[in-house]
Each structure stands twice: as structure tokens, then as C-alpha cells.
């Protein structure tokens, strides 16, 4: 079996590589992190080199990427920041859904300024009493007349809260445990939607955030595709969203390992290199190892997609695997880099807490385990 990229899939990666290099750099991340800022040059930039269409057909503008082109993007995005392959990524699930099943109507009020960098998305399925159960969901959309009347509590809600940002939110229409659900495209300043942003400590350039929904109403034709399909659609890009988690997780994993290596062979102590002394250079091959075979996961899952396969035990399995390994290598970076690994400005710490995270979301990695188990008849 032959591993190594095509012609066209290297040049995609080195493209992607030398963007970033420029335009995502340490010190970038770093003041975005540290003031909460959305990287909006970052996403403007991507938009004009046609990125932001990379999971959109060209018929409606996109390009269309495959997955294995697409797990390259992600992997390029998450070696700098993972933050900022998230900013990137969460509309673009969005873009996909709306290009599947939304009206022409919608592909041109949604979809078109998009593609341009000028609006955002964000999906809203978490309810603080639905984490992991995400079916147990219990906010309501209710026909009145031409308009839908929304009522409940969100959670979690990535991006919500940015200028130009539309949120794609998951309600009930019917009692139905699946086929109960209908998604809502709903623009951020709608009245009655009181949007709070949350205090956590990774995901700070997107943000995170908490609503409610007191009688909000939407237009009737704020709903995307049919009524009682919405469960369905967001369930569509659950392979491309874990298979994107993973990638850039190797991406960031790089880095931290590649941070520590450098670390410790400059670091002297007892008048030698920290990287001389045995239990720290087993510990970052041991990592080297495990980096190696999480890539090969991601790979391997993108590549049974872009067959047009079904693939998700294989995104599951990645998307845990990288996670952890991402955390081991941060969790070892810390400990190698001693007090300094405290400081921002050595970047581990924001490796460490951004690992944290992968093991929760996007699927935590207790519910991952579940999907693979029951692939294997468990
Ligand atoms: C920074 C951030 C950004 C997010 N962005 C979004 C977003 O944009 N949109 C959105 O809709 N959601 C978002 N989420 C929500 C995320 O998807 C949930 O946090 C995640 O699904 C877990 O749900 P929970 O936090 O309620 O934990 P819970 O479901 O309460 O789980 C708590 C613990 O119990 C374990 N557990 C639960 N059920 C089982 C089981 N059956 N077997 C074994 N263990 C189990 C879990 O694995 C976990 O370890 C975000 C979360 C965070 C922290």
C-alpha cells in the first residue's frame, strides 16, 4: 500500500503549509487566544482563495474538496491553532447542509455571502439538559400562521455570537425521539434571542456561547429542507466534522511534539541538554510512534470517504486515537518544558488546554467508543 500523496495532494499541502506559515503564526494565535479575537483577516483571506467553498458543490459556487484534500486543509489549519481550524470549520459544515437542502432562496441569502467571507455559521444542537444524549433535546419550534414560534434553552453554541453569523439551531417540531427534529436558520439579531457568551478556557477566538429563545419568530421559510429531517441532516456532516477534528489534531499534535524537541535540546540542566537525559527522549519517541500511527488513522478514514464509503467507525476511531495522542504529547510537552510550560508565550499550555477539549467535543470519548462497539456487534 503506498502512503504517500499525489502530485496534486503535495502541492495542495504545500500551499496550505506556506499560508499558514504566513498568515496563522505563533504570535498571532497567541494575542488572538489571549483577547478572545475571532481571526477575521484569517477568514477573509481563506474566503478569497476560495477555501471557504471547499465543502460546497461548484454549482453553487464551492469547490468541492475531497475528503482526503479536505483532511490535508484541516491538518495544515490545526498545526498553528486549533481555535482557528475551528473558526474555520464550523460554518463550512453548515455551508454543506444548506447547499444540500436548502432553496435557491436560501443559497442565495446564505450560501453566496459566504463563500465571500462576509457571513458566518454556527450549529446549535446542545441543551444543558442534552449533551451526550443530543436526542433528548427539548427546545420547541411551533407553526403559528406564516411564522415558526421558537421557544428554549441552548448551550455550547460556537460562533453564535460574531457579527454576520447565522445559527442553524435544532428544535423539536414532534415528540418523535429522531424524526422529531427540524433545523432553523436563524440570523444572530433575531429578536427574542438572547445570546450569552461563555468563559471557557480553549475555543477563545471562536467563543462559545449560551441562548434562549422567548417567542422568537422566524419566517416559516427559516426552515432548512423538511420538517422533522433535521436530526438527518446534521447527522450528514458528522463524518467530515470528526474526520476535520481528527486531521487537525495530528496537525497541532505535530507542533507540540516538534515544540518539545526543540525545547529540550536547547533547555541544559546538570550541564546537559534535557533531550540527552533518557526518560524525556523515550517519552518523545514513544510520541513520535503514536503520531505516526494517529496520522495514518486520519488518512485511512479519509481515504475509505473519498471511495464514497461509509466510514464511521473509521472517523470515530481516528477522532479518538488523535485525541488522545494530541493530549499525551501536550500532557509530556508540559512536563518537559518544566515552569516555562506555565507561560503563553512557550504555547504549550494552550496545546494542553485545546487537548483537553478533543476528548469532549464533537463527540466525547466515552460516546465514540460506543459507536465503534457497536460496529463490532458490541
Ligand atoms: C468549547 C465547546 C464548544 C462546543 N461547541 C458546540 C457547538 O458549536 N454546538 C453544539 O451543539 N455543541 C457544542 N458543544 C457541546 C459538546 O458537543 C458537548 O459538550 C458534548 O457533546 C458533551 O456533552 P456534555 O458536555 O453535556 O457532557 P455529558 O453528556 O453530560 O457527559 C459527561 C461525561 O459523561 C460521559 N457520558 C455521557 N453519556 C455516556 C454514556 N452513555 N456512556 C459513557 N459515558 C457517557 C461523557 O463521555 C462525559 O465524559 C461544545 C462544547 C464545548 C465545551
Known amino acids: 500500500m503506498d502512503f504517500s500523496f499525489t502530485e496534486e495532494q503535495r502541492i495542495w499541502h504545500d500551499t496550505l503549509h506556506s499560508f499558514m506559515e504566513k498568515e496563522v503564526s505563533r504570535e498571532y494565535t497567541r494575542e488572538h487566544d489571549a483577547n478572545r479575537d475571532f481571526p477575521e483577516d484569517v477568514y477573509r483571506k481563506m474566503a478569497d482563495q476560495g477555501w471557504l467553498g471547499l465543502m460546497v458543490p461548484e454549482e453553487d459556487g464551492g469547490v468541492a474538496a475531497d475528503p482526503i484534500m479536505f483532511a490535508i486543509f ?7 491553532s486549533l481555535d482557528t481550524a475551528a473558526c474555520i470549520m464550523t460554518s463550512m459544515f453548515t455551508a454543506g447542509n444548506i447547499s444540500r437542502h436548502g432553496t435557491p432562496e436560501q443559497k442565495q441569502k446564505y450560501l453566496q455571502p459566504f463563500l465571500k467571507g462576509d457571513a458566518k455559521f454556527s450549529i446549535s444542537i446542545s441543551e444543558p439538559g ?5 436526542a433528548s433535546a427539548r427546545s420547541t419550534a411551533r407553526l403559528e400562521g406564516d411564522e415558526w414560534v421558537l421557544n428554549g434553552n441552548k448551550v455550547w453554541c460556537s460562533g453564535a455570537q460574531l457579527p454576520g453569523a447565522t445559527i442553524a439551531i435544532l428544535a423539536r417540531t414532534d415528540q418523535d425521539r429522531y424524526n422529531g427534529f427540524s433545523l432553523f436558520l436563524v440570523p444572530n439579531t433575531t429578536p427574542g434571542l438572547d445570546i450569552k457568551k461563555m468563559n471557557t478556557v480553549v475555543r477563545k477566538s471562536l467563543g462559545t456561547t449560551e441562548f434562549f429563545m422567548d417567542n422568537m419568530r422566524i419566517p416559516k421559510n427559516a426552515i432548512l429542507g423538511e420538517v422533522g429531517r433535521g436530526w438527518h441532516y446534521i447527522g450528514e456532516h458528522l463524518e467530515y466534522e470528526r474526520l476535520s477534528i481528527a486531521a487537525s489534531q495530528v496537525g497541532n499534535a505535530r507542533t507540540a511534539l516538534d515544540d518539545t524537541i526543540r525545547y529540550t535540546k536547547d533547555r541544559k540542566q546538570f550541564g546537559k541538554p534535557l533531550s540527552s537525559f533518557q526518560v524525556l527522549k523515550h517519552r518523545m519517541a514513544q510520541n513520535e510512534a503514536e503520531l505516526a500511527a494517529a496520522r495514518l488513522l486520519v ?10 464509503e461509509r466510514a464511521v467507525k473509521e472517523v470515530s476511531m481516528a477522532k479518538l486515537i488523535t485525541s488522545e495522542t494530541l493530549f499525551r504529547i501536550a500532557f509530556n510537552g508540559m512536563q518537559a518544558l518544566g515552569g516555562y510550560a506555565q507561560l503563553p508565550e512557550y504555547d504549550m499550555e494552550r496545546y494542553f488546554r485545546e487537548a483537553k477539549h478533543g476528548m469532549v467535543g464533537g463527540g466525547t470519548n466515552e460516546i465514540l467508543r460506543s459507536i465503534i462497539a457497536k460496529d463490532m456487534g458490541l
Open 299 to 308: 488518512y485511512s478514514a479519509a481515504s475509505k470517504m473519498a471511495r464514497g
Open 74 to 80: 484541516c491538518e495544515a489549519i490545526g498545526k498553528h
Open 130 to 134: 442534552s449533551g451526550s444524549d443530543a
